[in-house]
């Protein structure tokens, strides 16, 4: 086993989940994942063998189906999941987001109703903030939601940027409800927005128009939803009360950019493998290139970048799991590891010379892959904005 991205104090039952992850992902995962991304073809197999593990229902509590994990437990499963193929990783990530918003936030009806069949990946969830002219400011949402005389909404609006929007049969959907309150941020509620998987009209009133092409992030489905006039109940505002939406997607976020900061240590770590492998086969001027002090120290940089993204992650997981708000780590784990992440996959591209441009080399896809961490669950730009504004208020001059 790898000396890196090891995680001091784990029980023994986090010990044999995670080691039964990454015997998945050696087995199952990784030997197929460069066929299935070149075709942008959805990992039915890998889904079907990760809801036989328990995955889909890691974090939901044992008395509605699940395993009752922690956020640690399911961050280094998503850690060993994206080392192998970050796309599948983005299959479980916004199905967790919506379960953990229901637990956090759901009413007890609403628990009951979805997340047993969430756990077992029959109910599968999609979670959608942004629009198309949205960016990161969320404020400017403008999907409205409208009550009706009779209690229900109706919705009318685009949606942009759904992971798993075609896949999924359940989506968290952000509106504004503009029901009286002085604060914007208390004019959103989320919806729990039912629908048949597919394209096209997938509910009254709701559009999957398709896919949209990526660059990379492929296999998994990405689409935008269209709503005109959907006409949903009263019982479907999570929560069960309107204009908690803002508060509500901001803690599924939270926990999504711990998300991310494992898929970015994920890819990371398997960028760091294939560049280490790769070094001591390669020869040139009579020995491995691994003995080239260049390619020494460029792989001691990358291994140690590695080890630190690991940690931070893993210590803005265990923060999380004491209940104590961990905006700022989870901003940073979420900032370093996507940063170092495309920093240690650039010098494994560079180690792998002109084989690493070849589609026959991994690292070509890590290559594309890396660069989606950047801009998943707000860019670093947007991270340090959160990390300054906290920090100044924690050493504000007295």
């Not at 560049?275 to 792989?299: D, N, S």
């Not at 240690?344 to 594309?368: A, C, P």
Request: glycine content about 12%; aromatic content about 8%; charged content about 25%.
């Amino acid at each position: 086993m790898s000396r890196l991205c090891q995680t001091d104090g784990l029980t023994e039952d986090q010990t044999e989940i995670l080691k039964a992850v990454r015997t998945f992902v050696d087995e199952q995962i990784i030997p197929v994942a460069q066929e299935l991304e070149h075709a942008d073809e959805y990992p039915t197999d890998i889904v079907e063998g990760l809801k036989e593990l328990g995955v889909f229902g890691l974090m939901i509590p044992e008395e509605y189906g699940g395993l009752g994990e922690s956020l640690l437990t399911y961050a280094l499963c998503v850690e060993e999941i994206a080392r192998g193929w970050m796309s599948v990783s983005g299959v479980i990530n916004t199905h967790f987001i919506v379960a953990y918003m229901l637990m956090k936030h759901g009413t007890d009806e609403q628990k009951q109703k979805y997340l047993p069949r969430m756990a077992t990946g029959d109910v599968r969830g999609a979670f959608s903030m942004s629009e198309p002219g949205l960016g990161s400011d969320v404020s400017a949402v403008s999907t409205k939601a409208v009550k009706q005389d009779d209690g229900s909404y109706s919705i009318t609006g685009q949606k942009m940027w759904l992971t798993n929007g075609g896949s999924a049969n359940l989506v968290a959907v952000l509106c504004k409800t503009d029901e009286g309150d002085d604060s914007v941020y208390r004019n959103m509620t989320t919806f729990l927005v039912e629908k048949e998987p597919g394209f096209g009209e997938t509910a009254q009133g709701v559009t999957i128009p398709g896919k949209i092409a990526k660059m990379g992030y492929k296999g998994v489905d990405t689409t935008e939803m269209v709503l005109e006039g959907h006409q949903i109940g009263a019982e479907q505002v999570l929560g069960g009360e309107p204009g908690k939406g803002f508060f509500q997607m901001m803690d599924g976020v939270e926990v999504g950019r711990v998300n991310v900061a494992a898929r970015a240590c994920g890819i990371a770590l398997r960028a760091f493998e294939l560049g280490v492998a790769y070094a001591q086969q390669r020869q040139t001027f009579g020995k491995p290139i691994a003995e080239h002090q260049a390619i020494l120290f460029r792989l001691a940089e990358m291994a140690t970048k590695v080890e630190i993204s690991h940690n931070m992650m893993v210590r803005a997981a265990r923060l999380k799991d004491t209940g104590q708000r961990m905006d700022v780590e989870a901003g940073m784990a979420k900032m370093l590891a996507s940063e170092y992440c495309n920093e240690v996959v650039e010098d494994s591209f560079r180690i792998h010379g002109g084989y690493g441009y070849s589609k026959e080399y991994e690292i070509e896809r890590l290559y594309r892959e890396a660069a989606f961490m950047l801009i998943g669950e707000g860019t670093s730009d947007i991270q340090k904005m959160i990390i300054g504004k906290a920090l100044l208020k924690d050493y504000k001059l007295r």
